[in-house]
Nanobody, 117 residues
């Protein structure tokens, strides 16, 4: 199995930045890694994902975060990052790390991001 541990959430003012990290452990080959988020009273939604190749052109983003968020990964460390800039109050949510592998999907426990003045 794969275990995912997120870090880097917190409280930030509108226009600020945060960097989330997600470290994966386990011996299973991981393909795509990504981030989802869930705001209070809303369904979990896709934020960004990056294929194992890790190149920028292997990344996909939700329209709501394009140009503001950047996803990257370090395969040697089995870690995926989400650089979030120009944060808005509507970005407030619990952010979940996701890893796709031959057994299916693994999820982290989530990290809270709050954007408020």
């Amino acid at each position: 199995q794969v275990q995912l541990v997120e870090s880097g959430g917190g409280l930030v003012q509108p226009g600020g930045s945060l960097r989330l990290s997600c470290a994966a452990s386990g011996s299973i080959f991981i393909n795509t890694m990504g981030w989802y988020r869930q705001a209070p009273g809303k369904q979990r939604e896709f934020v960004a994902a990056i294929a194992r190749g890790g190149l920028p052109n292997y990344a996909n983003y939700a329209d709501s975060v394009k140009g503001r968020f950047t996803i990257s990964r370090d395969n040697a460390k089995n870690t995926v990052y989400l650089e979030m800039n120009s944060l808005k109050p509507e970005d407030t949510a619990v952010y979940y790390c996701n890893a796709k592998h031959f057994l299916g999907d693994s999820w982290g426990q989530g990290t809270q991001v709050t954007v408020s003045s």
